[in-house]
Protein backbone atom coordinates (compact mmCIF):
# COMPACT_ATOMS: atom_id res chain seq x y z
CA UNK A 1 0.00 0.00 0.00
CA UNK A 2 1.32 3.06 -0.98
CA UNK A 3 2.51 6.37 1.69
CA UNK A 4 -0.46 8.49 0.69
CA UNK A 5 -2.99 5.77 1.02
CA UNK A 6 -5.64 6.99 3.38
CA UNK A 7 -5.78 5.99 7.06
CA UNK A 8 -8.73 3.79 7.78
CA UNK A 9 -10.30 5.53 10.80
CA UNK A 10 -10.95 3.84 13.62
CA UNK A 11 -14.77 2.44 15.01
CA UNK A 12 -16.46 2.52 18.66
CA UNK A 13 -15.88 -1.63 18.76
CA UNK A 14 -12.11 -0.89 18.00
CA UNK A 15 -11.97 1.60 20.89
CA UNK A 16 -14.65 -0.49 23.22
CA UNK A 17 -11.87 -3.33 22.36
CA UNK A 18 -8.77 -1.35 22.96
CA UNK A 19 -10.33 0.18 26.82
CA UNK A 20 -11.62 -3.27 28.06
CA UNK A 21 -15.29 -2.13 28.22
CA UNK A 22 -18.59 -2.73 26.03
CA UNK A 23 -19.54 -0.63 22.68
CA UNK A 24 -22.11 1.06 25.45
CA UNK A 25 -20.32 2.00 27.83
CA UNK A 26 -17.71 3.35 25.28
CA UNK A 27 -20.43 5.62 23.85
CA UNK A 28 -21.54 6.27 27.09
CA UNK A 29 -18.34 7.89 27.66
CA UNK A 30 -18.22 9.31 24.66
CA UNK A 31 -21.66 11.19 24.99
CA UNK A 32 -20.25 12.77 28.35
CA UNK A 33 -23.18 10.63 30.27
CA UNK A 34 -23.32 9.75 33.74
CA UNK A 35 -22.97 6.95 36.06
CA UNK A 36 -19.66 5.81 34.58
CA UNK A 37 -17.23 5.00 36.59
CA UNK A 38 -13.76 6.64 36.65
CA UNK A 39 -11.74 3.81 35.63
CA UNK A 40 -13.63 3.02 32.73
CA UNK A 41 -14.18 6.48 31.72
CA UNK A 42 -10.64 7.02 31.91
CA UNK A 43 -9.96 3.31 29.67
CA UNK A 44 -12.07 5.16 26.76
CA UNK A 45 -10.59 8.18 26.71
CA UNK A 46 -7.19 6.74 26.80
CA UNK A 47 -8.16 4.20 23.53
CA UNK A 48 -9.54 7.03 21.72
CA UNK A 49 -6.04 9.06 22.13
CA UNK A 50 -4.16 6.08 20.84
CA UNK A 51 -6.63 4.86 17.95
CA UNK A 52 -6.85 8.59 17.29
CA UNK A 53 -10.85 8.06 16.90
CA UNK A 54 -12.71 10.51 15.74
CA UNK A 55 -16.59 10.24 16.52
CA UNK A 56 -19.30 10.50 13.25
CA UNK A 57 -21.49 13.28 14.87
CA UNK A 58 -24.61 11.47 12.98
CA UNK A 59 -23.53 8.01 14.66
CA UNK A 60 -23.56 9.06 18.40
CA UNK A 61 -26.19 6.74 19.47
CA UNK A 62 -26.68 7.66 22.84
CA UNK A 63 -28.36 10.94 23.85
CA UNK A 64 -27.29 13.69 26.14
CA UNK A 65 -29.97 13.50 28.38
CA UNK A 66 -28.89 10.42 30.23
CA UNK A 67 -30.09 8.98 33.45
CA UNK A 68 -27.91 5.55 34.14
CA UNK A 69 -30.82 3.45 35.23
CA UNK A 70 -33.34 1.37 33.18
CA UNK A 71 -36.40 0.25 34.82
CA UNK A 72 -37.95 -3.12 34.97
CA UNK A 73 -42.09 -2.61 34.96
CA UNK A 74 -44.48 -5.65 36.47
CA UNK A 75 -48.17 -4.81 35.62
CA UNK A 76 -48.97 -6.90 38.69
CA UNK A 77 -50.97 -6.68 41.74
CA UNK A 78 -49.15 -7.55 44.86
CA UNK A 79 -45.56 -6.01 45.88
CA UNK A 80 -44.73 -9.67 46.50
CA UNK A 81 -44.80 -10.54 42.47
CA UNK A 82 -41.13 -9.82 42.85
CA UNK A 83 -40.64 -12.63 44.95
CA UNK A 84 -41.96 -14.90 43.12
CA UNK A 85 -39.61 -17.50 41.35
CA UNK A 86 -40.28 -16.52 37.59
CA UNK A 87 -39.51 -12.94 38.12
CA UNK A 88 -36.57 -13.42 40.39
CA UNK A 89 -35.68 -15.38 37.63
CA UNK A 90 -35.95 -12.70 35.07
CA UNK A 91 -34.48 -9.96 37.58
CA UNK A 92 -31.06 -12.03 37.94
CA UNK A 93 -30.85 -12.00 34.15
CA UNK A 94 -32.23 -8.46 33.71
CA UNK A 95 -29.82 -7.04 35.74
CA UNK A 96 -26.30 -8.85 34.78
CA UNK A 97 -27.05 -7.64 31.18
CA UNK A 98 -27.52 -4.18 32.58
CA UNK A 99 -24.44 -4.20 34.82
CA UNK A 100 -22.59 -5.21 31.72
CA UNK A 101 -23.81 -1.84 30.30
CA UNK A 102 -22.93 0.03 33.45
CA UNK A 103 -26.88 0.95 33.97
CA UNK A 104 -28.33 0.64 37.29
CA UNK A 105 -32.51 -1.69 37.64
CA UNK A 106 -35.16 0.32 38.74
CA UNK A 107 -38.07 -1.72 39.61
CA UNK A 108 -41.68 -0.23 39.49
CA UNK A 109 -44.77 -2.15 40.55
CA UNK A 110 -47.85 -0.71 38.62
CA UNK A 111 -50.76 -2.31 40.22
CA UNK A 112 -52.68 0.35 41.81
CA UNK A 113 -53.90 4.11 39.66
CA UNK A 114 -51.29 5.39 41.80
CA UNK A 115 -48.94 3.17 40.56
CA UNK A 116 -49.81 3.54 36.91
CA UNK A 117 -49.66 6.85 37.25
CA UNK A 118 -46.01 7.01 38.13
CA UNK A 119 -44.83 4.61 35.61
CA UNK A 120 -46.74 7.03 33.09
CA UNK A 121 -44.69 9.82 34.58
CA UNK A 122 -41.81 7.59 34.05
CA UNK A 123 -42.19 7.01 30.30
CA UNK A 124 -43.04 10.92 29.17
CA UNK A 125 -40.77 12.62 31.36
CA UNK A 126 -37.78 10.23 30.63
CA UNK A 127 -37.36 9.28 34.26
CA UNK A 128 -35.27 6.25 33.03
CA UNK A 129 -33.19 5.46 29.62
CA UNK A 130 -35.65 2.69 29.03
CA UNK A 131 -37.85 0.88 30.27
CA UNK A 132 -38.56 -2.81 29.98
CA UNK A 133 -42.44 -3.61 30.39
CA UNK A 134 -43.69 -6.99 31.34
CA UNK A 135 -47.15 -8.66 32.52
CA UNK A 136 -49.49 -6.17 30.78
CA UNK A 137 -52.91 -7.59 30.36
CA UNK A 138 -55.84 -6.31 28.01
CA UNK A 139 -56.65 -3.05 28.13
CA UNK A 140 -53.65 -1.71 29.77
CA UNK A 141 -53.13 1.81 29.39
CA UNK A 142 -49.19 1.67 29.71
CA UNK A 143 -49.20 -0.54 26.15
CA UNK A 144 -50.84 3.34 24.58
CA UNK A 145 -48.27 5.12 26.77
CA UNK A 146 -45.46 3.16 25.65
CA UNK A 147 -45.77 3.50 22.15
CA UNK A 148 -46.29 7.42 22.46
CA UNK A 149 -42.67 7.06 25.09
CA UNK A 150 -39.83 9.51 24.86
CA UNK A 151 -37.59 6.52 25.45
CA UNK A 152 -36.94 3.04 24.12
CA UNK A 153 -39.32 0.57 25.32
CA UNK A 154 -39.10 -3.32 25.08
CA UNK A 155 -42.14 -5.68 25.81
CA UNK A 156 -41.25 -8.84 28.14
CA UNK A 157 -43.74 -11.25 26.52
CA UNK A 158 -45.85 -10.02 23.63
CA UNK A 159 -49.09 -8.13 24.97
CA UNK A 160 -52.65 -8.66 23.48
CA UNK A 161 -53.61 -6.78 20.08
CA UNK A 162 -50.98 -6.09 17.79
CA UNK A 163 -47.40 -6.92 18.43
CA UNK A 164 -45.14 -3.86 19.33
CA UNK A 165 -42.01 -3.33 17.48
CA UNK A 166 -39.11 -4.74 20.09
CA UNK A 167 -40.22 -7.62 22.29
CA UNK A 168 -38.71 -10.47 23.73
CA UNK A 169 -40.83 -13.69 24.15
CA UNK A 170 -41.24 -17.29 24.47
CA UNK A 171 -42.77 -20.07 22.64
CA UNK A 172 -45.99 -20.39 24.59
CA UNK A 173 -48.05 -22.29 22.08
CA UNK A 174 -45.23 -24.59 21.04
CA UNK A 175 -44.52 -25.36 24.69
CA UNK A 176 -47.99 -25.74 25.72
CA UNK A 177 -48.88 -28.17 22.84
CA UNK A 178 -45.75 -30.36 23.37
CA UNK A 179 -47.24 -30.40 26.54
CA UNK A 180 -50.48 -31.70 25.90
CA UNK A 181 -49.42 -34.19 23.25
CA UNK A 182 -46.75 -35.49 25.68
CA UNK A 183 -49.73 -36.80 28.10
CA UNK A 184 -51.76 -38.00 24.45
CA UNK A 185 -49.12 -40.27 23.90
CA UNK A 186 -48.87 -41.56 27.50
CA UNK A 187 -52.31 -42.56 26.83
CA UNK A 188 -54.39 -39.63 28.35
CA UNK A 189 -57.33 -38.84 26.33
CA UNK A 190 -59.67 -37.28 28.88
CA UNK A 191 -57.01 -34.32 28.91
CA UNK A 192 -58.10 -31.04 30.45
CA UNK A 193 -56.15 -27.47 31.32
CA UNK A 194 -55.64 -25.32 33.85
CA UNK A 195 -55.26 -22.23 32.03
CA UNK A 196 -53.38 -18.71 33.39
CA UNK A 197 -55.39 -15.37 32.68
CA UNK A 198 -56.96 -15.29 29.50
CA UNK A 199 -56.86 -11.32 29.93
CA UNK A 200 -53.17 -12.19 29.04
CA UNK A 201 -51.32 -12.80 25.75
CA UNK A 202 -49.46 -15.77 27.74
CA UNK A 203 -52.72 -17.40 28.96
CA UNK A 204 -54.12 -17.17 26.17
CA UNK A 205 -50.98 -18.65 23.95
CA UNK A 206 -50.70 -21.84 26.09
CA UNK A 207 -54.82 -22.41 25.83
CA UNK A 208 -54.19 -22.09 22.25
CA UNK A 209 -51.14 -24.46 22.00
CA UNK A 210 -53.43 -27.06 24.13
CA UNK A 211 -56.59 -26.74 22.16
CA UNK A 212 -54.52 -27.04 19.11
CA UNK A 213 -52.61 -30.44 20.32
CA UNK A 214 -56.60 -31.67 21.25
CA UNK A 215 -58.13 -30.42 18.10
CA UNK A 216 -55.17 -32.82 16.23
CA UNK A 217 -55.61 -35.82 18.05
CA UNK A 218 -59.41 -35.36 16.88
CA UNK A 219 -60.40 -34.81 20.54
CA UNK A 220 -62.81 -32.29 21.93
CA UNK A 221 -60.79 -29.76 24.46
CA UNK A 222 -62.14 -29.11 27.89
CA UNK A 223 -63.32 -25.15 28.64
CA UNK A 224 -60.48 -23.51 30.01
CA UNK A 225 -60.21 -23.80 33.79
CA UNK A 226 -59.14 -20.47 34.50
CA UNK A 227 -56.26 -19.72 37.33
CA UNK A 228 -54.05 -16.69 37.87
CA UNK A 229 -50.24 -17.98 37.86
CA UNK A 230 -50.37 -18.61 41.89
CA UNK A 231 -50.43 -22.14 43.69
CA UNK A 232 -53.91 -21.34 45.29
CA UNK A 233 -55.16 -20.49 42.03
CA UNK A 234 -54.38 -23.83 40.52
CA UNK A 235 -55.64 -25.93 43.84
CA UNK A 236 -59.05 -24.15 43.67
CA UNK A 237 -59.00 -24.87 39.48
CA UNK A 238 -58.39 -28.35 40.05
CA UNK A 239 -60.90 -28.70 42.36
CA UNK A 240 -63.22 -27.13 39.82
CA UNK A 241 -61.97 -29.48 37.21
CA UNK A 242 -63.19 -32.71 39.73
CA UNK A 243 -66.28 -31.27 40.33
CA UNK A 244 -67.26 -30.93 37.06
CA UNK A 245 -65.40 -32.98 35.26
CA UNK A 246 -64.04 -36.42 37.43
CA UNK A 247 -63.50 -38.16 34.57
CA UNK A 248 -60.18 -35.91 33.63
CA UNK A 249 -57.47 -38.49 33.75
CA UNK A 250 -54.45 -36.21 32.21
CA UNK A 251 -54.02 -31.91 33.12
CA UNK A 252 -51.83 -29.33 31.23
CA UNK A 253 -51.07 -26.65 34.14
CA UNK A 254 -50.31 -23.11 32.18
CA UNK A 255 -47.48 -22.38 34.96
CA UNK A 256 -45.53 -24.98 37.57
CA UNK A 257 -47.01 -22.65 40.90
CA UNK A 258 -50.98 -23.65 38.85
CA UNK A 259 -49.14 -27.42 38.73
CA UNK A 260 -48.10 -27.56 42.09
CA UNK A 261 -52.12 -26.54 43.33
CA UNK A 262 -53.11 -28.86 41.50
CA UNK A 263 -51.15 -31.79 42.54
CA UNK A 264 -51.99 -30.45 46.17
CA UNK A 265 -55.81 -30.96 45.28
CA UNK A 266 -55.48 -34.36 43.69
CA UNK A 267 -53.71 -35.57 46.92
CA UNK A 268 -56.42 -33.87 49.53
CA UNK A 269 -58.96 -35.68 46.87
CA UNK A 270 -57.26 -39.64 47.00
CA UNK A 271 -56.72 -39.22 43.37
CA UNK A 272 -52.75 -40.90 42.56
CA UNK A 273 -50.23 -39.49 40.42
CA UNK A 274 -50.10 -40.41 37.99
CA UNK A 275 -51.70 -43.64 37.91
CA UNK A 276 -55.22 -41.61 38.12
CA UNK A 277 -54.48 -38.16 36.66
CA UNK A 278 -51.03 -37.37 35.14
CA UNK A 279 -50.38 -32.97 35.46
CA UNK A 280 -47.42 -31.62 33.21
CA UNK A 281 -46.95 -27.57 34.13
CA UNK A 282 -45.00 -24.87 32.15
CA UNK A 283 -41.52 -22.86 33.08
CA UNK A 284 -39.19 -25.30 35.22
CA UNK A 285 -39.33 -23.36 38.14
CA UNK A 286 -38.01 -24.90 41.51
CA UNK A 287 -41.23 -25.85 42.64
CA UNK A 288 -41.43 -28.21 40.08
CA UNK A 289 -38.26 -30.07 41.21
CA UNK A 290 -39.42 -30.24 44.80
CA UNK A 291 -43.40 -30.80 44.23
CA UNK A 292 -45.10 -34.35 45.28
CA UNK A 293 -44.30 -36.04 42.37
CA UNK A 294 -41.61 -33.93 41.02
CA UNK A 295 -43.70 -32.23 38.32
CA UNK A 296 -43.37 -33.28 34.26
CA UNK A 297 -42.83 -29.71 32.88
CA UNK A 298 -41.90 -27.24 29.81
CA UNK A 299 -38.39 -25.57 30.69
CA UNK A 300 -38.51 -22.30 29.17
CA UNK A 301 -35.00 -20.29 29.94
CA UNK A 302 -36.43 -17.76 32.22
CA UNK A 303 -32.96 -16.34 33.13
CA UNK A 304 -31.88 -15.89 29.36
CA UNK A 305 -35.38 -14.00 28.77
CA UNK A 306 -34.39 -11.64 31.74
CA UNK A 307 -31.20 -11.05 29.75
CA UNK A 308 -32.03 -10.54 26.11
CA UNK A 309 -34.85 -8.34 27.55
CA UNK A 310 -32.18 -6.11 28.83
CA UNK A 311 -29.38 -6.40 26.01
CA UNK A 312 -31.92 -5.49 23.55
CA UNK A 313 -33.25 -2.41 25.80
CA UNK A 314 -29.41 -1.55 25.86
CA UNK A 315 -28.97 -1.93 22.44
CA UNK A 316 -31.85 0.63 21.28
CA UNK A 317 -30.35 3.06 23.99
CA UNK A 318 -27.52 2.63 22.00
CA UNK A 319 -29.35 3.78 18.80
CA UNK A 320 -29.41 0.23 17.35
CA UNK A 321 -32.64 -1.68 15.94
CA UNK A 322 -32.97 -4.97 17.12
CA UNK A 323 -35.41 -7.50 16.04
CA UNK A 324 -38.51 -9.21 17.88
CA UNK A 325 -37.00 -12.97 19.83
CA UNK A 326 -39.05 -15.53 20.78
CA UNK A 327 -36.98 -18.01 22.71
CA UNK A 328 -37.22 -22.24 22.66
CA UNK A 329 -38.97 -24.04 25.06
CA UNK A 330 -38.40 -28.22 26.09
CA UNK A 331 -40.14 -31.00 28.22
CA UNK A 332 -38.97 -31.96 30.88
CA UNK A 333 -40.30 -34.90 31.90
CA UNK A 334 -40.45 -36.15 35.67
CA UNK A 335 -42.55 -38.16 37.69
CA UNK A 336 -46.20 -36.51 37.56
CA UNK A 337 -47.02 -37.22 33.85
Known sequence: ???????????????????????????????????????KREAVERAVQQLGYVPNPTARALATRQTGAAALVVAGEDPSI??????????????????????HLMLCLAASERGHKRVEELLRSRGADGVMLMALREGDPLARVAEDAEMPVVFGGRPLGPAPRWYVDVDNTGGAREATEYLLIRGRTRVATICGRLDTEVGRARYRGYRDAMLAAGLDPYPPQEGDFTEPGGAAAMAALLANHPEVNGVFAANDNMGAGALRTLREAGRSVPADVAVVGFDDLTVAQIADPPLTTVHQPIKAFGREMARMLVALISGQDPTPLILPTRLVTRFSA
Not at 2 to 22: C, K, M
Not at 87 to 96: C, D, E, N
Open 82 to 103: FADPFFAQVIVGASAALEEADL
Open 1 to 39: MGENAPRRQSTLDEVAARAGVSRSVASRVLNNAPHVSRA
